[in-house]
């Protein structure tokens, strides 16, 4: 029998008082998957094939076979992606702890920097800064950088390679420490194919947002859309993976829950 | 004298589209020697090993001594135009669309007495026979047929209604190059404009990823770029729906090429890839592209006519350090074989070409000799306008092919060292 509560937030669903936000993007085969030097494996992109549609290869039904690595798509990172977290506990999708599927969330809106520089990089003083207007950060919340990032039309934008690779934001190497140590924080989620700036090689270490949250048994989430949406604070996010044995992370649908404007 | 081919009129989109009909295409087994001579452009003909004589029409025994240790060999392409007609009446349908045209017979410098289509530029005997040069070429049934050739090349002979009938010239013809990103293939797209192709199609198979010579190429007016994933069902069946009807000579350069064996790795996962790309890309661009170029085989002078595969010669024979890549080429090798029969009741021609080492990327390990993208797209381009039909590009792929036919076991070992 379930609680008041759960009773009472079911109405403020079903009455539009809170609202259900999808911060999922769709998956096609146009969506742009993450693109690694091709000496190396390579994620599989979208692709999907129709077994039958109401014809002769099955009269009274449609459906069809896919598929795509486990980082294509919004989807999510688990601790065990990173070598840093390769020996924690429950660090797959299928064993961490469920509750860790509801969590609040920080949407940080970086989208007017990111604008005039791809290369943007969140900062341990613009995180503060962001506090001072919006408040402290809450012990296990999710920070999610909104880019607008998601707004790009195409593949050539989205992924924004240069001669020397992508160009997309990201947190620098102190932020993600920092947030982790002063914050509790439960991961990190962006609009763009990482969590990690496009130029992240450079930087010291190598990908700070998966060494250093992947390496304290944080979490990520990518190619998220919708965060204009979402108030700074308050929002709600359900980002339940796949339950893929020894899963290193999955694609998915990540719902947030916000109070109607 | 021949005169050249105009550039073809706009179709009229309401009228009906004349479909393809073929000329008789039965052989027997042993005139077949003379389809295999044709698919790879050479000239020969039955010689006795007993007597020497040579043979025509293709027999089982010599005709002179009737020895039956009868070899095909080349033989001396020369010979006198002694008579000549020209049909105007036909009760054939593929020769009945396509009167007048001249049949001929030839006297043969190297002996036999043979019927042959005659050029439209070679002169009429009269009193005297007059010089011509035979060739095997494929007719439109995908079978060899007798073609006699002035004896010097005249202006435009290969613009003459009957040579375009046994050959896939891309001028004025529309092409498809599947993956135009390449250096195969931008080089590929560059040499059938400057075969006169009326409009290359691009296609891009990257379109996160910029290419300098790839926008250059796009800039030119006679180029369309398509985005094009043939890894990517709904992509390939979208680019087919747009331009499908316009493809007359589909060229497929998309390509999947990385080193490894079989036992070398965990995975299998570079040689799905390589099988993604470059077999079950060839059976979706099939599918999707087929029917409508099979369809418009006979649509006007520049009626779709041909299908490229860019494979390599170890289709033919695995070259173990890139293993699972050569299984792709050979499981793409028998899916054209299939497609060619597919093709082949509508008079278009499947190409096969087979090079060598390429100069890129991924064959940088790879000693010379190497064949610069530009030379294997010359020869594609020279093959489709003599109507080859197997094309061996450079030393090693001729090398190999040679050796294959006098000891395939050695090749494998040779090659496995």
Same mark, same amino acid.
């Given at each position: 029998?379930?609680?008041?509560?759960?009773?009472?937030?079911?109405?403020?669903?079903?009455?539009?008082?809170?609202?259900?936000?999808?911060?999922?993007?769709?998956?096609?085969?146009?969506?742009?998957?993450?693109?690694?030097?091709?000496?190396?494996?390579?994620?599989?992109?979208?692709?999907?094939?129709?077994?039958?549609?109401?014809?002769?290869?099955?009269?009274?039904?449609?459906?069809?076979?896919?598929?795509?690595?486990?980082?294509?798509?919004?989807?999510?990172?688990?601790?065990?992606?990173?070598?840093?977290?390769?020996?924690?506990?429950?660090?797959?999708?299928?064993?961490?702890?469920?509750?860790?599927?509801?969590?609040?969330?920080?949407?940080?809106?970086?989208?007017?920097?990111?604008?005039?520089?791809?290369?943007?990089?969140?900062?341990?003083?613009?995180?503060?800064?962001?506090?001072?207007?919006?408040?402290?950060?809450?012990?296990?919340?999710?920070?999610?950088?909104?880019?607008?990032?998601?707004?790009?039309?195409?593949?050539?934008?989205?992924?924004?390679?240069?001669?020397?690779?992508?160009?997309?934001?990201?947190?620098?190497?102190?932020?993600?420490?920092?947030?982790?140590?002063?914050?509790?924080?439960?991961?990190?989620?962006?609009?763009?194919?990482?969590?990690?700036?496009?130029?992240?090689?450079?930087?010291?270490?190598?990908?700070?947002?998966?060494?250093?949250?992947?390496?304290?048994?944080?979490?990520?989430?990518?190619?998220?859309?919708?965060?204009?949406?979402?108030?700074?604070?308050?929002?709600?996010?359900?980002?339940?993976?796949?339950?893929?044995?020894?899963?290193?992370?999955?694609?998915?649908?990540?719902?947030?829950?916000?109070?109607?404007? | 004298?021949?005169?050249?081919?105009?550039?073809?009129?706009?179709?009229?989109?309401?009228?009906?589209?004349?479909?393809?009909?073929?000329?008789?295409?039965?052989?027997?087994?042993?005139?077949?020697?003379?389809?295999?001579?044709?698919?790879?452009?050479?000239?020969?003909?039955?010689?006795?090993?007993?007597?020497?004589?040579?043979?025509?029409?293709?027999?089982?025994?010599?005709?002179?001594?009737?020895?039956?240790?009868?070899?095909?060999?080349?033989?001396?392409?020369?010979?006198?135009?002694?008579?000549?007609?020209?049909?105007?009446?036909?009760?054939?349908?593929?020769?009945?669309?396509?009167?007048?045209?001249?049949?001929?017979?030839?006297?043969?410098?190297?002996?036999?007495?043979?019927?042959?289509?005659?050029?439209?530029?070679?002169?009429?005997?009269?009193?005297?026979?007059?010089?011509?040069?035979?060739?095997?070429?494929?007719?439109?049934?995908?079978?060899?047929?007798?073609?006699?050739?002035?004896?010097?090349?005249?202006?435009?002979?290969?613009?003459?209604?009957?040579?375009?009938?046994?050959?896939?010239?891309?001028?004025?013809?529309?092409?498809?190059?599947?993956?135009?990103?390449?250096?195969?293939?931008?080089?590929?797209?560059?040499?059938?404009?400057?075969?006169?192709?009326?409009?290359?199609?691009?296609?891009?198979?990257?379109?996160?990823?910029?290419?300098?010579?790839?926008?250059?190429?796009?800039?030119?007016?006679?180029?369309?770029?398509?985005?094009?994933?043939?890894?990517?069902?709904?992509?390939?069946?979208?680019? $087919? !729906?747009?331009?499908?009807?316009? /493809?007359?000579? =589909?060229?497929?350069?998309?390509?999947? *090429?990385?080193? +490894?064996? #079989?036992?070398?790795?965990?995975?299998?996962?570079?040689?799905?890839?390589?099988?993604?790309?470059?077999?079950?890309?060839?059976?979706?661009?099939?599918?999707?592209?087929?029917?409508?170029?099979?369809?418009?085989?006979?649509?006007?002078?520049?009626?779709?006519?041909?299908?490229?595969?860019?494979?390599?010669?170890?289709?033919?024979?695995?070259?173990?350090?890139?293993?699972?890549?050569?299984?792709?080429?050979?499981?793409?090798?028998?899916?054209?074989?299939?497609?060619?029969?597919?093709?082949?009741?509508?008079?278009?021609?499947?190409?096969?070409?087979?090079?060598?080492?390429?100069?890129?990327?991924?064959?940088?390990?790879?000693?010379?000799?190497?064949?610069?993208? $530009? !030379?294997?797209?010359?020869?594609? /381009?020279?093959? =489709?306008?003599?109507?080859?039909?197997? *094309?061996?590009? +450079?030393? #090693?792929?001729?090398?190999?092919?040679?050796?294959?036919?006098?000891?395939?076991?050695?090749?494998?070992?040779?090659?496995?060292?």
């Amino acid at each position: 029998m379930s609680t008041p509560v759960l009773t009472q937030f079911l109405n403020e669903l079903l009455n539009g008082r809170l609202k259900m936000v999808d911060l999922t993007q769709t998956l096609s085969p146009e969506f742009p998957t993450i693109v690694l030097p091709p000496e190396f494996g390579q994620a599989w992109p979208f692709r999907i094939e129709e077994i039958s549609r109401y014809d002769e290869r099955g009269p009274a039904w449609y459906w069809n076979n896919f598929s795509m690595s486990e980082h294509t798509g919004t989807h999510f990172d688990a601790p065990a992606h990173w070598i840093s977290g390769k020996d924690l506990p429950d660090n797959t999708v299928d064993s961490m702890p469920v509750e860790n599927f509801i969590a609040a969330a920080c949407v940080i809106d970086v989208s007017k920097e990111a604008a005039e520089n791809a290369d943007f990089l969140l900062t341990i003083d613009y995180v503060k800064a962001w506090e001072e207007k919006h408040g402290r950060i809450p012990e296990r919340s999710w920070v999610l950088l909104r880019t607008d990032w998601s707004k790009r039309a195409t593949p050539k934008e989205y992924l924004n390679m240069a001669e020397d690779g992508a160009h997309s934001p990201g947190p620098d190497a102190e932020v993600v420490p920092w947030l982790i140590r002063e914050r509790n924080v439960h991961g990190f989620g962006t609009e763009s194919v990482g969590t990690d700036a496009g130029q992240a090689h450079h930087l010291n270490p190598p990908y700070p947002c998966h060494y250093f949250m992947h390496g304290n048994n944080r979490y990520g989430l990518q190619c998220l859309t919708n965060l204009d949406q979402l108030p700074p604070q308050g929002a709600l996010i359900f980002a339940a993976p796949l339950k893929i044995r020894n899963g290193s992370g999955s694609p998915l649908r990540v719902l947030a829950l916000t109070p109607s404007a | 004298m021949t005169e050249p081919l105009l550039k073809p009129r706009k179709k009229n989109p309401v009228e009906r589209t004349r479909l393809a009909t073929r000329p008789p295409g039965a052989r027997s087994r042993t005139a077949l020697g003379l389809t295999r001579a044709a698919a790879e452009g050479r000239f020969e003909l039955q010689v006795c090993a007993d007597c020497g004589s040579v043979q025509y029409p293709p027999r089982e025994v010599c005709g002179y001594c009737l020895s039956e240790h009868l070899a095909w060999k080349p033989v001396d392409n020369r010979g006198e135009l002694i008579a000549l007609s020209t049909l105007r009446h036909s009760n054939d349908l593929y020769f009945r669309e396509r009167l007048p045209w001249r049949v001929g017979t030839v006297k043969m410098t190297a002996g036999p007495v043979v019927v042959a289509h005659i050029h439209e530029d070679c002169a009429a005997p009269e009193g005297t026979g007059v010089p011509v040069r035979l060739t095997l070429k494929l007719d439109r049934s995908g079978q060899a047929v007798l073609h006699a050739l002035p004896a010097k090349d005249t202006p435009n002979m290969n613009d003459a209604a009957q040579m375009r009938e046994s050959t896939c010239d891309p001028k004025f013809r529309r092409v498809l190059v599947t993956d135009g990103k390449s250096a195969m293939g931008l080089a590929t797209a560059r040499a059938m404009l400057d075969a006169g192709a009326a409009t290359i199609f691009l296609g891009d198979p990257s379109s996160w990823k910029t290419v300098a010579a790839f926008d250059k190429l796009a800039a030119d007016p006679r180029v369309q770029v398509v985005e094009l994933d043939v890894t990517d069902t709904d992509s390939v069946d979208r680019v $087919a !729906a747009s331009i499908g009807g316009k /493809v007359e000579i =589909l060229v497929n350069t998309a390509s999947h *090429l990385r080193d +490894g064996g #079989i036992l070398g790795r965990k995975d299998v996962i570079l040689a799905r890839d390589a099988m993604e790309v470059n077999v079950l890309g060839l059976m979706r661009l099939a599918q999707a592209f087929g029917p409508g170029m099979c369809f418009r085989a006979a649509d006007g002078s520049n009626h779709a006519v041909a299908w490229v595969n860019v494979l390599s010669i170890h289709a033919l024979a695995a070259l173990p350090s890139r293993g699972a890549w050569s299984a792709s080429m050979a499981a793409a090798l028998s899916a054209s074989q299939t497609l060619r029969a597919e093709l082949r009741g509508a008079g278009v021609r499947v190409v096969n070409v087979f090079p060598g080492p390429i100069e890129e990327d991924w064959e940088q390990l790879t000693p010379p000799p190497k064949l610069a993208p $530009a !030379a294997v797209a010359k020869a594609i /381009v020279k093959g =489709l306008q003599d109507g080859i039909e197997d *094309l061996y590009v +450079g030393d #090693i792929a001729e090398e190999i092919r040679e050796r294959l036919r006098d000891n395939h076991k050695a090749v494998e070992r040779e090659l496995g060292q």
